[in-house]
């Protein structure tokens, strides 16, 4: 177990990596139970075996990321009308856990495939950015399930 002092640098840490948003969670009031996961950090011939399994590799901030924490997990609770109700979840799957996303055609109309969001288009957004792509111009790995309600990825351009 932890000392307080070691639980409370990671709480630094972790405060720093997200902006300061478990701090202001904290800070809300009817915000409660702010649950912070301690991950030991990947180690690198984890990340290297992933980058060679997957034929990608990972940018230097996300390496960095995963060799201080493998993976993130913020959960917290709201107290409404006298019952404590979970509210909020900020989650990055550790290494191993990004897997590559299957682009094939979707069996049902309320759940779309990757197919069915691409678009053809080449353009950038009104920013300068490229459109992301889920065909075979990248590789799209999950970061984060959103519980089934959506999807946070990661998209490498030119398959690599």
């Not at 997200?18 to 701090?23: A, I, N, P």
Request: some cysteine; overall charge negative.
């Amino acid at each position: 177990m932890a000392s307080s002092s070691e639980q409370s640098r990671v709480r630094e840490l972790f405060d720093s990596m997200t902006l300061g948003v478990v701090r202001s969670l904290e800070k809300k009031p009817g915000v409660t139970d702010v649950r912070l996961l301690d991950r030991q950090p990947a180690e690198k011939h984890i990340i290297f075996t992933w980058e060679q399994k997957n034929m990608c590799i990972l940018p230097e901030d996300l390496k960095s990321f995963f060799l201080t924490t493998n993976g993130l997990l913020i959960q917290w609770n709201i107290k409404f009308d006298g019952s404590v109700l979970p509210l909020g979840k900020m989650e990055l799957n550790p290494v191993t856990g990004l897997v590559l996303l299957s682009k094939a055609t979707s069996v049902s109309d309320d759940k779309p495939s990757l197919a069915d969001l691409d678009t053809d288009s080449d353009e950038e957004d009104g920013q300068g950015h490229i459109k992301p792509h889920f065909d075979n111009r990248c590789k799209v790995f999950e970061l984060d399930p959103c519980d089934s309600y959506g999807l946070v990825s990661l998209q490498k351009l030119g398959g690599n």
